[in-house]
């Protein structure tokens, strides 16, 4: 990080502050480590900070230490909306736009607070008024490691090291997507130092599932399906599949992956139905320069990375796919490129 980048922070947090930290709703491993990691800091450091979910986290990260102190605005929303209020600095931690924390967004926009966004996703919108944005990190763990790191490494303890460590190895795909790099695994290297154990980690992130999640899996596969003469497949889940398999947040984590262990696949997309929120919810993942942070901006309403991205859709499962094929169609060109 940057010298004038690190004098901005230190100039921000000089004397305690009201802060309040705020993942994307739907909190993944490295949007939740993060936000965690940073609040840990915080308090060491004297400040008084509050970590609000905008929603429910998945089962898969409620080991991780500190969150205890996770507040669920779905759940507490006088409580929350209170601390927003009153709070001197929020803390936006892995999304680029204030859309991505659901009906949180109004009362942060409305908030005094100083806001100050640390992301690694491309696009940053400018709803901050102090920006951390670099879309070559991995992870928005690496950048708040560079962050702490900078300001005081010897504050970086083992509760700090395991949620930066899970936060880069789940986004990071294991550190094997293309985003992993030297510095990666220097960061890894020095938070393996200060107590994470890795093989831990892992196991609880990845050794965790329940029978129905298997179950939904094997759905899933079954249910995969290419798209003629282009290196496309996609999987589409409706409610009635995922209420088959008493669906619990998280349990499709990861899935949408499979498609793109097909040799020769370079675009693999998962359709998921969501009944209460009438939305089929998408991700995409590619490989190369199969740019689906642009597919999905275009077709979607939504965005991410160049690999891995997001979106949604307000048509039935049925409508979705063919949209999704017609849009393949048309940008047939990202295959030859
Ligand atoms: P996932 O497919 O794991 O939900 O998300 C992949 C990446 O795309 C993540 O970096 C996530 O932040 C981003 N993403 C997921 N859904 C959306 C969305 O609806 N809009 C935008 N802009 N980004 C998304
Ligand atoms: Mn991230």
């Known amino acids: 990080m940057n010298k004038q980048l690190l004098s901005g922070f230190i100039k921000k947090l000089e004397t305690p502050k009201k802060i309040v930290i705020i993942p994307h709703k739907n909190p993944d491993g490295d949007a939740l480590g993060s936000c965690l990691a940073l609040h ?106 560079e962050l702490l790191n900078a300001f005081d490494p010897i504050k970086i303890d083992k509760s700090i090291a395991t949620c930066l460590y899970t936060g880069i190895m789940t986004d990071t795909g294991s550190f094997r997507f293309p985003s992993t790099t030297a510095r990666t695994h220097q960061i890894v290297s020095s938070l393996i130092e200060k107590g994470a154990q890795p093989h831990m980690i892992h196991q609880n992130i990845y050794d965790t599932a329940s029978f129905n999640r298997l179950r939904l899996l094997g759905t899933a596969l079954n249910n995969l399906k290419k798209i003629e003469g282009l290196p496309v497949v996609y999987i589409t889940l409706s409610q009635k599949e995922l209420n088959h398999n008493n669906f619990k947040k998280g349990d499709t984590e990861g899935f949408v992956n499979y498609g793109l262990s097909l040799k020769g696949v370079l675009l693999s997309v998962i359709m998921i139905e969501n009944e209460s929120e009438k939305i089929i919810k998408m991700s995409f993942r590619s490989k190369g320069s199969v740019d689906v942070n642009q597919f999905a901006r275009k077709y979607f309403s939504g965005g991410g990375h160049l690999n891995a991205a997001g979106g949604k859709s307000d048509s039935s499962i049925e409508e979705t796919v063919s949209h999704f094929i017609k849009s393949i169609e048309t940008e047939k060109i990202i295959f030859n490129a």
């Open 40 to 145: 840990f800091f915080l308090v060491k450091t004297g400040h008084s900070a509050e970590i609000i979910s905008p929603n429910e986290y998945p089962k898969f990260l409620n080991w991780m230490p500190g969150q205890e102190n996770i507040i669920n605005y779905s759940t507490a929303n006088e409580k929350t909306v209170e601390l927003i209020e009153k709070a001197e600095i929020i803390f936006t931690l892995d999304y680029n736009q204030l859309n991505r924390i659901g009906n949180l967004e109004n009362i942060v926009a409305s908030s005094k607070a100083q806001k100050i966004m640390i992301d690694h996703h491309e696009n940053p919108g400018d709803f901050a008024d102090f920006k951390y944005s670099d879309a070559n990190v991995g992870s928005t763990c690496e950048m708040v490691f």
